[in-house]
């Protein structure tokens, strides 16, 4: 690592394999302090592998590692003071109330004993738990659960947190909850690695991500990149006035830089009184001269949206390699 980087993860060719089954193979990665990184990947991609390789947890096959600077099979312990775990299914105590499970992790993760009150009731009062403090996580729901085991993981401080799957299973109140928190996290300048199978949640937290499959990298890059990896000329869909249809079509089709204007069925528009176009070639740039266009042509327009390719379609496309 040079002196300049601000890297807290890099890892080379790591690889890991379990007899014959290689789980990561030959990742190279590099995260720098305060990104959210999200790791993408089917069942069995190997995301969990990754995340105990990072902490130290399993020993890489071959290829190394480096957290902040320190190489996980000699240093875990240094680098699991710095790091927290969300683990898949995290495993609470049901006879232990929130209040006493949060103390009991801040004895185990070493935070002095005239800070820990303090600590804990900070924990208890941003994940809202402050009201349930007392009672025993048993009666706790699933939302619940998942929130006093978010702020477990964060009951040292930790510069990156790791959250392997944080809302499978969670219902969309608690999903905005978990969204929500690692939002406050990242505006406290922590790294977050996020394991997830959630594409719109990657969208929408993450600033770049890894699209894993088989223990291999297809893709690292923000969406905007991988977008572009795509090849697929850009796309604006348009909607106008059903009466206009067929001399929009003719209209747009002889407008450059559009290459193809394709009339397609969509049936919130017909409920509208209105058509649909998808105009081919053209991207965001290119819309004020759509809409001038059809505004000199009295054509009737209601709606223009360029269509940049979602992480969803980047997934896909990568995944059929
Ligand atoms: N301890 C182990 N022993 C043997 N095989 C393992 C072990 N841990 C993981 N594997 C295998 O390695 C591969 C990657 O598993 P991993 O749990 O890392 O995937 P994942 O991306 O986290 O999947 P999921 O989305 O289901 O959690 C899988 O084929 C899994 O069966
Ligand atoms: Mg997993």
């Not at 890297?7 to 030959?26: K, P």
């Not at 071959?62 to 299914?89: K, M």
């Not at 949640?201 to 795509?230: H, K």
Request: a neutral charge; charged letters at 25%; aromatic letters at 4%.
């Amino acid at each position: 690592m040079d002196a300049t980087s601000t890297a807290v993860i890099i890892t080379e060719e790591l690889t890991r394999s379990f007899g014959a089954h290689i789980a990561v193979n030959n990742l190279t990665l590099r995260i720098e302090a305060g990104e959210v990184f999200g790791f993408l990947g089917h069942n069995g991609a190997g995301k969990t592998t990754t995340v105990r390789l990072l902490n130290g947890v399993l020993a890489p096959t071959s290829g190394s590692v480096r957290v902040f600077g320190l190489d996980p099979t000699t240093a875990g312990h240094r680098i699991r003071a710095r790091t927290g775990v969300l683990t898949e299914t995290p495993a609470l105590d049901s006879r232990l109330t929130a209040r006493a499970t949060l103390l009991h992790f801040a004895e185990v993760y070493g935070v002095p004993a005239r800070d820990r009150r303090r600590r804990v009731d900070e924990l208890l009062a941003t994940f809202e738990l402050q009201k349930r403090a007392d009672s025993k996580v048993g009666g706790f729901s699933k939302g619940m659960r998942q929130r006093l085991a978010l702020a477990r993981t964060l009951i040292h401080d930790p510069d990156i947190i790791f959250l392997d799957e944080p809302t499978s299973g969670l219902d969309p109140v608690a999903i905005r909850d978990v969204h929500q928190m690692i939002e406050w996290l990242t505006h406290r300048g922590r790294t977050v690695f996020l394991c997830t199978h959630n594409l719109a949640e990657a969208e929408r937290l993450c600033d770049r991500v890894a699209v894993l499959a088989q223990g291999r990298v297809l893709a690292i890059g923000t969406t905007r990149e991988l977008g572009s990896r795509l090849n697929r000329g850009h796309r604006i869909s348009v909607e106008v006035d059903a009466s206009d249809i067929a001399r929009a079509v003719k209209l747009f089709a002889a407008t450059p830089p559009v290459s193809l204007a394709e009339a397609v069925t969509d049936r919130a528009a017909v409920r509208n009184g209105s058509a649909s176009i998808v105009l081919h070639g053209v991207s965001r740039p290119d819309i004020p001269q759509i809409i001038q266009t059809a505004t000199e042509q009295g054509i009737k327009l209601y709606r223009v949206q360029p269509e940049e390719p979602s992480l969803e379609d980047v997934y896909f496309a990568l995944q059929e390699l």
